[in-house]
């Protein structure tokens, strides 16, 4: 009785590592799998979980997609080659297409900007001299009107010739004055005073001459003027029209689409990694199936599925060890975080008769910096997990 007293205790924990699992207990015996998990933690019965896992980069595994549609002309890597930011990939051969349409665009672009640059040029030429016709015209105006007021002043052309004028009018009035006297008339013939009449017209003659030249060439200095004004305008408008015509911005935006296009044309490397998988050989089309497969090895981690009923039994921080015949030796790493969301496990059990009506949250646990390279060469292996987790508290019976 004293002997089966003592073996309670022991089945008890047993008991409690099986249940927390996704295996019942008649099949933790069938299943020797989890038991060097359990062994390489170093728990005591019923202080360690034990559940199914997989190793992952803990940034994933990043699918490289090209457009479909387009084909793979060369591949410029080899699976396990680390790779840098920016590093070539491979090369589509719509790539070199994408090529040749920006080269095309931006020729065209620079010749019609090279045409504008002429058009301006000849432009600013001619505003430079419609400025120099307009400073002209306006010396023209000045000048006359200068002319005009000299002519009119004392001692000038137009007073003079008004003044004799003045000095004919007067005279022609003596002389007919003179014509109606009884003592004078008989000496003032009817042609002095015509021949006296003819140089008042000749006098107001020249007068009117002289003032409507002056007049011409202040109202000619002013249309001169307003021609060179409108000139100014022509050209600035001709140039702002050049500008509008030319297509130079709309040029732009499709140079800035074909880099776009050409961008997503170029194989290279979005991450430092290494390339785990190349699925798609040089000749073959492109289609929604990733042309390789890159990770960042330089953190691993292990997602494990543990029954909700152990939830509470996990700490962060907690140590686990990750077993698998497919490694060398065991895994070291701790519980980084819990997931919040349940749901069914994804992963099979190994062993076939195991319970599946049971629901799981992932934990997410890190792989120590030792354990990291061997994680590394197994991506996605399906792996045992064992976690130090708060023990039962156990009663004797």
């Given at each position: 009785?004293?002997?089966?007293?003592?073996?309670?205790?022991?089945?008890?924990?047993?008991?409690?590592?099986?249940?927390?699992?996704?295996?019942?207990?008649?099949?933790?015996?069938?299943?020797?799998?989890?038991?060097?998990?359990?062994?390489?933690?170093?728990?005591?019965p019923g202080a360690a979980i034990v559940a199914q896992g997989q190793i992952e980069p803990a940034k994933g595994v990043l699918p490289i997609v090209t457009p479909p549609g387009d084909r793979v002309a060369s591949i410029a890597v080899t699976e396990g080659q680390a790779v840098k930011v920016g590093d070539v990939l491979g090369r589509l051969e719509g790539q070199q297409v994408?090529?040749?349409?920006?080269?095309?665009?931006?020729?065209?672009?620079?010749?019609?900007?090279?045409?504008l640059k002429a058009e301006e040029s000849a432009a600013a030429a001619n505003m430079e001299v419609a400025k120099v016709g307009f400073e002209q015209a306006k010396l023209t105006v000045d000048q006359a009107a200068r002319n005009l007021e000299e002519a009119e002043s004392d001692g000038?052309?137009?007073?003079?010739?008004?003044?004799?004028?003045?000095?004919?009018?007067?005279?022609?009035s003596q002389l007919r004055a003179a014509a109606k006297d009884?003592?004078?008339?008989?000496?003032?013939?009817?042609s002095v005073i015509e021949q006296q009449q003819l140089l008042v017209d000749q006098s107001r003659s020249q007068v009117n001459i002289a003032r409507r030249e002056a007049q011409q060439k202040i109202a000619e200095g002013k249309l001169s003027v307003e021609r060179a004004q409108k000139e100014i305008l022509a050209n600035e408008l001709a140039m702002a029209a050049a500008k509008?015509?030319?297509?130079?911005?709309?040029?732009?935006?499709?140079?800035?689409?074909?880099?776009?296009?050409?961008?997503?044309?170029?194989?290279?490397?979005?991450i430092d990694g290494i390339v785990v998988s190349i699925d798609t050989k040089a000749g073959e089309p492109t289609t929604a199936v990733p042309i390789m497969r890159l990770a960042d090895t330089s953190r691993m981690i292990a997602r494990a599925e543990i029954n909700v009923v152990d939830l509470q039994r996990?700490?962060?921080?907690?140590?686990?060890?990750?077993t698998s015949s497919a490694l060398r030796a065991p895994l070291q790493g701790k519980v980084k975080s819990i997931s919040q969301l349940v749901?069914?496990?994804?992963?099979?059990?190994?062993?076939?008769?195991?319970?599946?009506?049971?629901?799981?949250?992932?934990?997410?646990?890190?792989?120590?910096?030792?354990?990291?390279?061997?994680?590394?060469?197994?991506?996605?292996?399906?792996?045992?997990?064992?976690?130090?987790?708060?023990?039962i508290l156990n009663s004797s019976i």
């Amino acid at each position: 009785m004293s002997t089966n007293k003592q073996s309670i205790p022991l089945l008890f924990g047993w008991l409690a590592i099986v249940g927390c699992g996704q295996t019942d207990v008649e099949n933790i015996s069938s299943h020797s799998g989890t038991l060097p998990a359990l062994v390489a933690l170093g728990a005591k019965p019923g202080a360690a979980i034990v559940a199914q896992g997989q190793i992952e980069p803990a940034k994933g595994v990043l699918p490289i997609v090209t457009p479909p549609g387009d084909r793979v002309a060369s591949i410029a890597v080899t699976e396990g080659q680390a790779v840098k930011v920016g590093d070539v990939l491979g090369r589509l051969e719509g790539q070199q297409v994408k090529e040749l349409e920006l080269e095309i665009a931006i020729a065209k672009r620079d010749e019609t900007i090279a045409k504008l640059k002429a058009e301006e040029s000849a432009a600013a030429a001619n505003m430079e001299v419609a400025k120099v016709g307009f400073e002209q015209a306006k010396l023209t105006v000045d000048q006359a009107a200068r002319n005009l007021e000299e002519a009119e002043s004392d001692g000038g052309k137009l007073a003079l010739l008004t003044q004799q004028l003045s000095i004919a009018e007067a005279k022609l009035s003596q002389l007919r004055a003179a014509a109606k006297d009884r003592d004078t008339g008989r000496l003032i013939t009817p042609s002095v005073i015509e021949q006296q009449q003819l140089l008042v017209d000749q006098s107001r003659s020249q007068v009117n001459i002289a003032r409507r030249e002056a007049q011409q060439k202040i109202a000619e200095g002013k249309l001169s003027v307003e021609r060179a004004q409108k000139e100014i305008l022509a050209n600035e408008l001709a140039m702002a029209a050049a500008k509008s015509a030319s297509g130079v911005q709309t040029m732009e935006k499709q140079i800035e689409l074909l880099r776009l296009q050409l961008q997503n044309t170029k194989l290279t490397s979005p991450i430092d990694g290494i390339v785990v998988s190349i699925d798609t050989k040089a000749g073959e089309p492109t289609t929604a199936v990733p042309i390789m497969r890159l990770a960042d090895t330089s953190r691993m981690i292990a997602r494990a599925e543990i029954n909700v009923v152990d939830l509470q039994r996990v700490t962060i921080g907690a140590k686990a060890t990750i077993t698998s015949s497919a490694l060398r030796a065991p895994l070291q790493g701790k519980v980084k975080s819990i997931s919040q969301l349940v749901g069914s496990p994804r992963l099979p059990s190994p062993n076939p008769m195991s319970r599946v009506d049971w629901r799981s949250a992932q934990v997410i646990i890190s792989i120590e910096a030792g354990s990291i390279e061997a994680a590394a060469e197994r991506i996605q292996l399906q792996v045992d997990v064992a976690i130090e987790a708060i023990p039962i508290l156990n009663s004797s019976i």
